[in-house]
């Protein structure tokens, strides 16, 4: 199985930008569609953007759609968040997973320690 790691969050005022970073360990990553998902205090995890194996195809929830950008280098086993005119909203933590194959918007795979993203007024 996939190994992942977040990094890149921070404390950012609204307006902000950051860019989310995955490391993925594991010979297979360039085959697998990968997710972002985020969870806020008190609130369940949601899916915020996925991207297909190639990079060709992605997706958004609607929150973050023209906002967000997902993007991966499969060369070096990475997928990348960034993320645009940032909203207190957007405060959570943000995780990466691998996107399940018949619909990305669904977790496939054991979570990382995700990275916080804090936004404030």
């Known amino acids: 199985q996939l190994q992942l790691v977040e990094s890149g969050g921070g404390l950012v005022q609204a307006g902000g930008s950051l860019r989310l970073s995955c490391a993925a360990s594991?010979?297979?990553?360039?085959?697998?569609?990968m997710s972002w998902f985020r969870q806020a205090p008190g609130k369940e995890r949601e899916f915020v953007a996925a991207i297909n194996w190639s990079g060709g195809n992605t997706y958004y929830a609607d929150s973050v759609k023209g906002r967000f950008t997902i993007s991966r280098d499969n060369a070096k086993n990475t997928v990348y968040l960034q993320m645009n005119s940032l909203k207190p909203e957007d405060t959570a933590v943000y995780y990466c997973?691998?996107?399940?194959?018949?619909?990305?918007?669904?977790?496939?795979?054991?979570w990382g320690p995700g990275t916080q993203v804090t936004v404030s007024s």
């Open positions: 997973n691998v996107g399940y194959y018949s619909d990305y918007s669904r977790p496939s795979g054991s």
């Open positions: 594991g010979r297979t990553f360039s085959t697998y569609a």
